[in-house]
């Protein structure tokens, strides 16, 4: 673009000094400085405009010089606007520097928070991908982590009510939960318990402190958008080392698909949970399935802004029928596809959050 500019100040210079008397195009050279700061940084675009000057001189001396009302105005004119050009390049260079920090640090607490699955933990095989609605954003209301437990291995795939950034705090509360406690509950009831009952306890505390301030013709609107209860949708599974199934438990979340070679098998819940954060409204009585999970069987677990992505005629997204035309892949080639793939679905954007997670059990 810097060349492109350079060649504008010639070729409005030359054919100037060519034209009649009567037809003034050195006006347009202030088109030179405005395309550089769209692309370059504040020296070069002061430069660009100290040449478009130098060509508006040039014009004025090939023609009837530079002491003319005519050109003086011109000469003024072309500097007060170029000054004004390289001041806002000099304050979008200060924006862009503060915007890089944010991010910087963005993107670190957002790492801390969502941890990357491993590639290998025992006898497994990991990969997963996180599709944020939040432009910008990495992570949002959707979670996965994995732990390491005597006997095996235990993984939480969760969805928090909402979208975006403003579900990460909820987010937070229960992977730290999880992470603490995975490998303290000898079953997983017992942890299911434990962290519907750290989730009741923080969307209990009073979050009016961190809220942020609204104009009052918007507190209806944020009402109604914050209306309802709060949970997090969440499926606990128990791999084991030594054996050929898989434990699990369902709040509430999009059952787990059972990949196969002859085939893909939901894996329902035949007794699910009620969402974790919901346990304070009644009992709840968690009960573990088992489901086969042999060598070379893989499970994928996902959210549910993957099954209801749609495209541009309201169709939802065919996860079953997309992973039947790539049951030979491996996990991260497999999880790369459904990536691209639900992307073009969506048109490029996304309406809520999703994550998925591919498992697979090696021989």
């Not at 500097?79 to 200060?94: D, E, F, K, Q, T």
């Not at 991908?129 to 005597?150: C, H, N, P």
């Not at 809220?211 to 013709?217: E, F, I």
Request: with cysteine; glycine share 10%; aromatic share 4%.
């Amino acid at each position: 673009m810097t060349a492109l500019s350079l060649a504008l100040i010639v070729v409005i210079t030359v054919v100037d000094i060519v034209s009649p008397p009567d037809i003034h195009l050195g006006p347009l050279l202030i088109v030179a400085p405005a395309l550089t700061a769209s692309v370059a940084g504040p020296r070069a675009t002061a430069a660009v405009a100290l040449l478009a000057l130098a060509g508006l001189t040039v014009i004025g001396l090939a023609r009837d010089g530079v002491t003319t009302a005519n050109h003086e105005t011109q000469l003024g004119a072309q500097l007060a606007v170029s000054v004004l050009i390289v001041g806002l390049r000099v304050l979008r260079a200060r924006h862009e520097r503060e915007l890089a920090q944010v991010r910087s640090v963005s993107e670190a607490a957002q790492r801390v928070l969502l941890r990357p699955l491993p590639e290998r933990i025992g006898p497994l095989h990991l990969a997963s991908v996180y599709l944020a609605a939040e432009a910008e954003a990495q992570v949002g209301g959707d979670l996965y982590a994995a732990a390491r437990t005597t006997t095996g291995t235990r993984l939480l795939v969760g969805d928090v009510r909402g979208k975006g950034l403003p579900s990460l705090g909820d987010a937070a509360l229960l992977l730290g939960a999880f992470r603490a406690a995975a490998h303290l509950y000898p079953d997983l009831p017992g942890l299911a318990a434990y962290l519907d009952g750290t989730v009741c306890w923080g969307l209990a505390q009073p979050a009016e402190q961190s809220r942020p301030q609204r104009a009052p013709g918007e507190e209806a609107d944020a009402a109604a958008e914050d209306g309802g209860e709060s949970f997090i949708t969440a499926v606990l599974l128990d791999i084991p080392d030594d054996g050929s199934a898989v434990r699990l438990i369902d709040c509430g979340h999009p059952p787990p698909l059972l990949l196969r070679p002859d085939g893909i098998t939901t894996l329902a819940a035949r007794h699910p949970a009620p969402p974790l954060g919901l346990g304070d409204l009644a009992p709840v009585r968690y009960e573990t399935e088992t489901f086969p999970f042999h060598p070379g069987d893989r499970l994928l677990i996902y959210t549910d802004g993957v099954i209801e992505a749609r495209d541009a005629h309201g169709h939802f997204y065919p996860l079953a029928e997309r992973l039947a035309a790539r049951q030979g892949e491996s996990p991260a080639v497999l999880l790369n596809h459904l990536h691209r793939d639900l992307l073009a679905h969506a048109g490029g954007r996304l309406g809520d959050d999703a994550a998925m997670v591919v498992v697979e059990r090696l021989p």
